[in-house]
Each structure stands twice: as C-alpha cells, then as structure tokens.
C-alpha cells in the first residue's frame, strides 16, 4: 500500500518508530490497549501481530484472546484492565471519559504515561482502520519489538 505514497508511508513509520522508541508504559498494559482497537477496528493485521518474545513480557495467546471479554477483565492486572477501558472508550465513544474514570487513571497512571497512552490509541485507530478500510491483508505474521520498555 505505502508503494502508492512512499512519503505517506515514512511519514505513519516515523511516527511509530517514534512512539515504540520512546516507550514508558510496560509491554502488557501497551499490548492490551493494542489488540483491543484491533479487534474494535476488525483490522486483521493488527490483530494477528504479536510482541517478539511473547513469554518473556509475560504474554501468552490467552492474554490476546480475552481482552474482548468484559467478565474476564479482572484477569487482567488493574493497570492493564484500565488500558483496555481507554481504549475502548477511546475508539468507541469519547464522551464516556467521566470524572471517575479520569480519576482511576490518574490513580494507576503519570500525566506522561496518559498522554502515551492516548498517543498510542490514536496511531492504532487511525492506521488500523486504514488496514481495515483498505482491506489490508498480511501473508505471514508480524512481530513487533517491544520498544525500550524492559517489563
């Protein structure tokens, strides 16, 4: 796709080499959010793509499966559950950002990590649904880095 507009797609690269650089939320709470507008956005590539070493961030299949699943959110760890709430509030309905949750989050989550967060959202809701628009199809899985976060 980005062979139509090569400066579009070092532009959309740039930003997330950007974002995976600078990294400061643990890979668990950056994946959560991250499959889950994957799934909201029925991107496929984004929703097969998975961390390189997996087992090392403490993620396994099960963790990418359930994130759907509302009744399973307290198998989640509190900060990881919030994230999977900010993106789904995020891609699906922004006014829901009440007082209550803005105080949950500032409770689990720095101003820096917020903005990250929310950063983060907004590159895969937007270049998601552009795959999921364009009809983008992966022949082989993606593994993506876990950017300079060590948890």
Known sequence: ???????????????GDALQAGAR????????ARIRIAHINGC???SETRVEDMERHGLTEDFYARVDDPDRRAD????????IAFAERFTTDPATFDDLFWADLHAHFSAAELLELATLCAKWLGLGRLNAV????????IRIGAGSDTS
């Not at 796709?1 to 930003?15: E, K, N, Q, T």
């Not at 939320?25 to 959560?32: D, M, Y």
């Not at 989640?76 to 994230?83: Q, T």
Request: net charge negative.
């Open 1 to 15: 796709m980005w062979s139509l507009r090569p400066d579009l797609g070092a532009a959309a690269h740039a930003f």
């Open 25 to 32: 939320l643990p890979v668990p709470v950056r994946e959560a």
């Open 44 to 46: 496929i590539p984004c």
């Open 76 to 83: 989640y760890g509190p900060r990881e559950a919030l994230a």
């Open 134 to 141: 364009m009809e983008i199809a992966t022949s082989c899985p």
